[in-house]
């Protein structure tokens, strides 16, 4: 059974920074894109990027090229995304997800609250 | 703004049908493969429909996709309660390289 389980809910100040992971498992973690998508508070899916963990090519959409960084532990099939200085404009749930011409797994979500 | 335009809502009574279209352009559906997700309330969301009219494993055939040329309409009949959430169509753009999902429609089962 394909499963993605992410971490839990984060809550950081504007500035911290930040690294949320979703560990996989009932596929080859090396053989498919995994993703990462935004979910701002009563709001729709927003793509942030991708990565192929089989050689670690990333690719991220332009609004969020250099606000974050995707990467991918082969050895424990995990997927991260990390932020090296958090906005409240980044509260949102963040889910990863299975895929890149269709995206067929998701994880439950990460809650991320930035506030002071 | 997303670069796909769906209704921001629909609605209909219990086993009646309701279509849900989204609309794009050459560089997006008009190339690529369509994907419709369901958003259940409080859940991630959940693939319903992929390669613009193909069922995944478990998805009943109550759940259609089709598509024309720059746009793309999802079909669900028999309406039932447990259908009321978001649907979100998605598919990849080859102008920017970036999976673009639709701004979402409610689904309201009166």
């Known amino acids: 059974e394909v499963q993605l389980v992410q971490s839990g809910a984060e809550v950081k100040e504007p500035g911290e920074s930040l690294k949320i992971s979703c560990r996989v498992s009932?596929?080859?973690?090396?053989?498919?894109?995994i993703g990462w998508v935004r979910q701002k508070p009563g709001k729709g899916l927003e793509w942030m990027g991708i990565?192929?963990?089989?050689?670690?090519?990333?690719k991220y959409s332009p609004s969020f090229q250099g606000q974050v960084t995707i990467s991918a532990d082969q050895s424990i099939s995990t997927a991260y995304l990390q932020w090296s200085s958090l906005k409240a404009s980044d509260t949102a749930i963040y889910y990863c997800?299975?895929?890149?011409?269709?995206?067929?797994?998701w994880g439950q979500g990460t809650l991320v609250t930035v506030s002071s | 703004q997303s670069v796909l335009t769906q209704p921001p809502s629909v609605s209909a009574a219990p086993g009646q049908k309701v279509t849900i279209s989204c609309s794009g352009s050459?560089?997006?559906?008009?190339?690529?493969?369509v994907s419709w997700y369901q958003q259940l309330p409080g859940t991630a969301p959940k693939l319903l429909i992929f390669?613009?009219?193909k069922r995944p494993s478990g998805i009943p055939d109550r759940f259609s996709g089709s598509k024309s040329g720059t746009s793309a309409t999802l079909g669900i009949t028999g309406l039932q309660t447990g259908d009321e959430a978001d649907y979100y169509c998605?598919?990849?753009?080859?102008?920017?390289?970036?999976?673009?999902f639709g701004i979402g429609t409610k689904v309201t089962v009166l």
């Open positions: 990565i192929y963990p089989g050689d670690s090519e990333t």
């Open positions: 998605g598919t990849w753009d080859s102008s920017t390289s970036v999976y673009v």
């Open positions: 050459s560089s997006n559906i008009g190339r690529n493969y």
């Open positions: 997800a299975r895929g890149s011409g269709r995206v067929d797994y």
């Open positions: 009932g596929y080859s973690f090396t053989s498919y894109w």
């Open positions: 390669e613009n009219d």
